[in-house]
T-cell receptor, first 110, second 115 residues
């Protein structure tokens, strides 16, 4: 079966840095997504990693190691509006079928 | 350029009724995906459609659920004889090309409540 693991909840302080880890075991792999989802809203795209390494996009960075089945999302200079769920998702095949993890609920404290 | 549109945003049905959820993809997108999100759960893939074709329905329950994406008009996810366990948020996403690295763009979702 397909398995994507990420922590259920994390807490961090405004202005700090937080790293959300994701490990996966899937029968296919084309790339890995990170989405942000505020409560009651649709997921919004943050990043898509295909190759190993770190990709930086403003305050958010995403890392991928295909050989280890591992990714992380790094959020810097945390703001209260970053309180949300962060979904790790694997693109399994060329048809863009995406398998989602259960999400990590991030709480930001003032 | 309007985003992915879903309606209704909220739908209440009694057990045994039918629910019809609509999704209009972004302009120029011909691929539609439906996901279900139960409370405190991740998004679960249900079905992937192109115009007039079901490409992958491996996530669809075998009974009571069906989906279509006609040549004209929105994609429809239909749930017959709803039960309480069908209460969830149903998200539609669209993408422009098969096998592209473009991400899927999500609609705002339809929240189905079965009484």
């Amino acid at each position: 079966g397909q398995n994507i693991d990420q922590p259920t909840e994390m807490t961090a302080t405004e202005g700090a840095i937080v790293q959300i880890n994701c490990t996966y075991q899937t029968s296919g792999f084309n790339g890995l997504f990170w989405y942000q989802q505020h409560a009651g809203e649709a997921p919004t795209f943050l990043s898509y990693n295909v190759l190993d390494g770190l990709e930086e996009k403003g305050r958010f960075s995403s890392f991928l190691s295909r050989s280890k089945g591992y990714s992380y999302l790094l959020l810097k200079e945390l703001q209260m509006k970053d309180s949300a769920s962060y979904l790790c998702a694997v693109n399994m095949n060329r048809d863009d079928k995406i398998i989602f993890g259960k999400g990590t609920r991030l709480h930001i404290l003032p | 350029n309007a985003g992915v549109m879903q309606n209704p945003r909220h739908l209440v049905r009694r057990r045994g009724q039918e629910a019809r959820l609509r999704c209009s993809p972004m302009k120029g997108h011909s691929h539609v995906y439906w996901y279900r999100q139960l409370p405190e759960e991740g998004l679960k893939f249900m079905v992937y459609l192109q115009k007039e074709n079901i490409i992958d329905e491996s996530g669809m329950p075998k009974e009571r659920f069906s989906a279509e994406f006609p040549k004209e008009g929105p994609s429809i996810l239909r749930i017959q004889q709803v039960v309480r366990g069908d209460s969830a948020a149903y998200f539609c996403a669209s993408s422009p090309l098969r096998g592209s690295t473009d991400t899927q763009y999500f609609g705002p979702g339809t929240r189905l409540t079965v009484l």
